[in-house]
């Protein structure tokens, strides 16, 4: 990290301006624990990572332990290695390798740490460790250092535990230690993958043809233990998905959400949006000027909690009606995607189809509910506090509460920009149709 760089701890400042100091000062006392001057180069370099990782800024107060405590635990850590080097004990150095690869299994972000072994196309001539040496090998490893600073930070560890861990990171840091590193990070990443295979198998089975509600916990509960199980179906799934997203894009699958799990959208997208809706529609993702209006209100109203399960259940629904088999798979594939699943890609999909939904609804009026008493014939009935209202009551009648909370919370948020806009809106429609009617004339 050079002075003049951008800071890494996100304050946008420059190095020198913002973290150094601390590192710098950090360094210093972690030196002064285990006599910075008698370290081998690599020694140094070790004693500096740690301090960069014990003095950089953060948002969220952890407990980084302090400096004096690292310094110690980590010469510590170098003698008892030392110690059973010299001896010879290859029993005691191969204790060393399986407890560390069981404290990768035991803390929370340690579980992160992990080799994507599934990218790999492993045949006779591939030497994973000489690819780890490569380009590729060292973001992995500037990765794997910042889980074990969050975990130094955040995670509850023992002196013993943290002995442990600063031991793995000096096997990190050290160029002639590293295969040590990825030697544990492998095996454990092997053994994460066939436990989690075992055991969602063992979860399949065992809810067949039952409640898909309690299969999800049990998953969510699995991928929390395992998250490389997670990322690798992640990739996976994506792939296995695209037949029933293309179905739906291409509207040979309608899903059908209520209004109450896209309100937000539909006031978002008023607010943000003045070209036709029936383009909008047809669009495969979302433009741009949009994204941080849906985000407000699927996100931050929490209509997020109301859309995600509608969509699923209507995914189930539509896998009932499906002939084709290859189809239907790639249906439940989809529900398990976007169930499980927490990337870019997978919300990237979900605010297209929420996007999607809304553009329905809105392209679709009026929209009458005769069984709520309440008809929206344009959009300044979408945003009238009074048809809304009368929506929201109807909810409440049928025992939905939070459902009507939510639409009630989504018009206080929103209705007001949005009834502004529609004004705007029906204005322009008014003068398109004149103007058509003079061309007609």
């Known amino acids: 990290m050079e002075r003049n760089d951008i800071c890494p701890c996100g304050s946008g400042r420059k190095f020198k301006k913002c973290c150094q100091e601390r ?7 972690i030196g002064r624990e285990i006599g910075l001057g008698d370290c081998t180069a690599e020694g140094r370099e070790i004693v500096e990572t740690l301090g960069f990782m014990c003095g950089m800024r953060v948002e969220e107060e952890g407990h ?32 060393l390798l399986d407890r ?19 990218q790999f ?11 780890l040496n490569r380009t590729w090998g060292y973001l992995l490893a500037r990765r ?19 002995k442990l861990l600063l031991t793995g990171l000096s096997w990190l840091v050290a160029d002639e230690q590293r295969e040590l590193f990825w030697w544990s990070v492998l095996s454990r990443t092997q053994n994460d993958l066939m436990s989690a295979a075992r055991e969602i198998s063992e979860i399949s089975e065992k809810y067949r043809d039952k409640d898909m509600t309690g299969f999800y916990a049990k998953v969510e509960a699995l991928f929390d233990k395992f998250p490389v199980y997670r990322k ?5 799934l994506a792939e296995e998905i695209e037949p029933a997203v293309t179905a739906v894009m291409q509207g040979k699958i309608k899903l059908e959400v209520p209004l109450y799990s896209v309100l937000g959208g539909i006031y978002a997208t008023i607010s943000g949006f003045a070209e036709s809706f029936e383009e909008l529609l047809s669009c ?29 259940n209507s995914l189930s629904e539509r896998m009932d009606e499906v002939q084709d ?81 939510h639409v009630r919370g989504v018009y206080r948020s929103f209705g007001a920009r949005a009834r502004e806009k529609a004004a705007e809106h029906s204005s322009r429609s008014r003068e398109n149709a004149r103007g058509r009617g003079c061309d007609k004339t």
């Open 284 to 312: 495969r993702r979302v433009p741009p000027v949009l994204l941080p209006l849906l985000d407000e209100a699927l996100l931050d109203a929490d209509e997020y909690e109301f859309f995600l399960p509608e969509v699923v």
């Open 23 to 29: 590192v710098d000062d950090a360094v210093r006392r």
């Open 121 to 131: 196309d492993f045949d006779e001539d591939f030497d994973i460790m000489e690819y």
């Open 64 to 95: 980084m332990p302090d400096p004096e405590t690292l310094g110690r635990l980590l010469q510590d850590a170098w003698n008892e290695e030392e110690r059973l080097r010299d001896r010879g004990d290859e029993v005691g150095l191969k204790g």
């Open 100 to 118: 560390f690869q069981e404290l990768l299994g035991e803390k929370p972000y340690l579980r992160h740490l992990r080799v994507p072994v599934w």
């Open 232 to 236: 690798m179906l992640s990739e996976s």
């Open 325 to 405: 088999g290859e189809l239907e798979k790639s249906l439940g594939k989809l529900m398990l995607y976007l169930s499980l699943m927490f990337d870019d890609n997978r919300y990237a999909l979900l605010e297209y189809l929420y996007l999607r939904h809304v553009c329905t609804f809105l392209v679709g009026l009026p929209l009458a509910l005769p069984e709520a008493g309440v008809e929206f014939k344009d959009l300044k009935d979408l945003c009238d506090e009074n048809l809304v209202e009368k929506y929201a009551a109807y909810l409440e009648s049928r025992n939905l509460v939070e459902e009507a909370g």
């Open 144 to 162: 794997s250092a910042e889980l074990i600073r969050l975990s130094l930070l955040y995670d509850d560890c023992s002196e013993d535990e943290l």
